[in-house]
């Protein structure tokens, strides 16, 4: 359930910032999430060079 909380989170903010007539906000704050996910997805993953010794 953990991992559900920020995707719901943002789910609402959307939703409360749509119902508040400010959808241009709204979409801002869907595509940034949406652009952030995708590169935590994306990038590379980084070496621990702690681990290798």
Do not use: Q
Request: charged fraction near 15%; hydrophobic fraction near 60%.
């Amino acid at each position: 359930m953990k991992a559900f909380l920020p995707w719901l989170l943002v789910l609402v903010v959307v939703l409360a910032l749509n119902a508040l007539r400010l959808r241009a906000l709204g979409t801002v704050v869907a595509i940034a999430w949406l652009v952030y996910c995708g590169w935590t997805w994306i990038r590379p993953h980084r070496r621990s060079t702690d681990s290798d010794a």
